[in-house]
């Protein structure tokens, strides 16, 4: 047996170099690349800077396996260092990493794991509490069709614990759409113009006002209140909006 496994395990091994599985794999070059990871929601990232101390550390080795595409890997090492460095002052900037390697690995996700994974069979109820409790990953729809999403925890610890982050703004924006789109909402809720679709540019209304009121000097200024004026005219004379605001992401 533990020959086969041996074996099993060099077969996998090789196949992951081969074919850069969960090795950061460069991929053909396209000029229809979308952005990854937390630059879809408009958010600057990039990993702390590191010092001699941190090398052989969890910082040292998340660095590491994000350089090589190893994103899951990664994000298990940026939350060991938080876990062990709570004060770090580069805290902030590895909550922001956490969220990008869970929106990069979300991708991932979608590719070998359906998202109708059957709740109701045990593997199905363990493997769907298992990535919710792990990575924040939890199975949503729109008009029918289910897909795989991030609940951003880490984007909320983040605006929690550093509401005068320089960074704040851009979070506190993106999870504006994420809560209203895919939280209380749906993606295509404006394809119909109706109460709850009023309702829900009523509540991006007042999302962005609020953003505006708690960070006055937000470079995202200009165009939070663009959409605010694209909400309003749509509740005033029924849209249709623009799809940047329809289909945010």
């Given at each position: 047996?533990?020959?086969?496994?041996?074996?099993?395990?060099?077969?996998?091994?090789?196949?992951?170099?081969?074919?850069?599985?969960?090795?950061?794999?460069?991929?053909?070059?396209?000029?229809?690349a979308k952005p990854a990871g937390l630059a879809r929601l408009g958010i600057k990232v990039a990993p702390p800077t590191l010092t001699e101390k941190d090398q052989g550390g969890p910082l040292w080795d998340a660095a590491l396996g994000y350089?090589?595409?190893?994103?899951?890997?990664?994000?298990?090492?940026?939350?060991?260092?938080?876990?062990?460095?709570?004060?770090?002052?580069?805290?902030?900037?590895?909550?922001?990493?956490?969220?990008?390697?869970?929106?990069?690995?979300?991708?991932?996700?979608?590719d070998i794991l359906p998202s109708d994974l059957a709740p109701d069979s045990l593997y199905g109820k363990q493997a769907l509490?298992?990535?919710?409790?792990?990575y924040g990953y939890y199975a949503s729809a729109s008009e029918g069709d289910p897909f795989w999403r991030y609940d951003m925890r880490a984007l909320r610890e983040f605006l929690r614990l550093y509401p005068d982050h320089d960074q704040a703004d851009e979070v506190a924006y993106a999870l504006a759409k994420e809560d209203l789109m895919f939280g209380k909402y749906d993606p295509a809720i404006f394809m119909v113009r109706d109460e709850r679709a009023l309702a829900c540019a009523r509540e991006f209304i007042r999302r962005y006002e609020d953003i505006l009121h708690r960070y006055p000097d937000t470079a995202l200024k200009p165009k939070i209140e663009s959409d605010i004026a694209l909400?309003?005219?749509?509740?005033?004379?029924?849209?249709?909006?623009?799809?940047s605001i329809s289909n945010p992401w």
């Open positions: 047996m533990r020959h086969l496994c041996i074996v099993a395990m060099s077969v996998a091994v090789s196949l992951s170099v081969a074919f850069g599985w969960g090795h950061g794999a460069e991929q053909p070059a396209t000029h229809c350089q090589c595409g190893n994103y899951g890997a990664a994000f298990r090492e940026y939350k060991k260092a938080r876990f062990y460095h709570p004060e770090d002052p580069r805290d902030p900037l590895v909550l922001l990493m956490i969220a990008d390697c869970a929106m990069r690995g979300l991708s991932e996700l979608r509490t298992w990535l919710k409790d792990t909400f309003r005219g749509y509740i005033k004379s029924g849209g249709p909006l623009p799809n």
